[in-house]
């Protein structure tokens, strides 16, 4: 993918994890290297991402545009318009056919919630979109992983809801990617300080 820079992985990653990670899980797998790189750079990806949609946003005020500005490629996201297009396709025209998308998880993936919702392969037709279980999947890590990452997505949407700085903190110490909790204190305080003034006073998180 041209928004992340990858390396890919060794056949030794490989046979550890048992599994084709997705490009994302180098941040997991690599995170010290990952983070290297990102504080070498002059912008962070974020800022990158907003200088990339001003470009964007002033050449689609061009009537005459009419071909594909070179700036979306390297805001990411290819090809999700031709899933999109296909999706709606399949639902109103009653296709019932395979998809991946997210979906409560409901018996998919024995080992998930089935209020979880998941990515995940799905028979889409017009009044239902059912998950095609998984049978048999006995990858402990890959297991561990996701329900690591699901709890810390349910603890951050409870720490949004409740207001509380330790919740929010709790969430962050539960992503992989965090782990130190000076470091995760810090990083919260810094970022409820940049932002609290478009935080609604009710979930606001307090001190």
């Known amino acids: 993918m041209k928004n992340i820079p990858a390396n890919g992985f060794s056949p030794e990653v490989l046979t550890t994890v048992g599994a084709i990670p997705s490009t994302y899980l180098e941040y997991y797998y690599f995170r010290q290297e990952k983070l290297e790189k990102l504080k070498s750079e002059t912008l962070s990806r974020g800022e990158v991402c ?3 949609e001003e470009e964007l946003l002033k050449k689609y005020q061009d009537p005459n545009l009419n071909v594909k500005p070179p700036e979306l490629e390297q805001r990411g996201g290819a090809y999700y318009s031709e899933v999109a297009i296909s999706l709606m396709e399949a639902i109103h025209n009653d296709r019932k056919t395979r998809h991946i998308i997210n979906i409560k998880n409901n018996g998919a993936l024995d080992f998930m919630d089935d209020e979880d919702i998941i990515e995940t392969a ?3 037709g017009k ?5 095609i279980p998984v049978q048999n999947f006995k990858n402990e890590h890959v297991i561990a992983m996701m329900r690591t990452m699901k709890e810390y ?5 409870k720490a949004a809801l409740s207001g509380e700085k330790r919740d ?10 965090c782990g130190d909790f000076n470091a995760v204190k810090a990083c919260y305080e810094r970022l409820n300080e940049l932002n609290r003034d478009y935080l609604n006073k009710r979930v606001s998180l307090r001190g």
């Open 168 to 177: 929010a903190i709790r969430a962050l110490m539960q992503n992989p990617l």
């Open 127 to 131: 009044d239902e979109i059912t998950p």
């Open 153 to 157: 997505e349910k603890m951050a949407v």
């Open 50 to 52: 907003l200088k990339l």
């Open 122 to 124: 799905a028979i889409v």
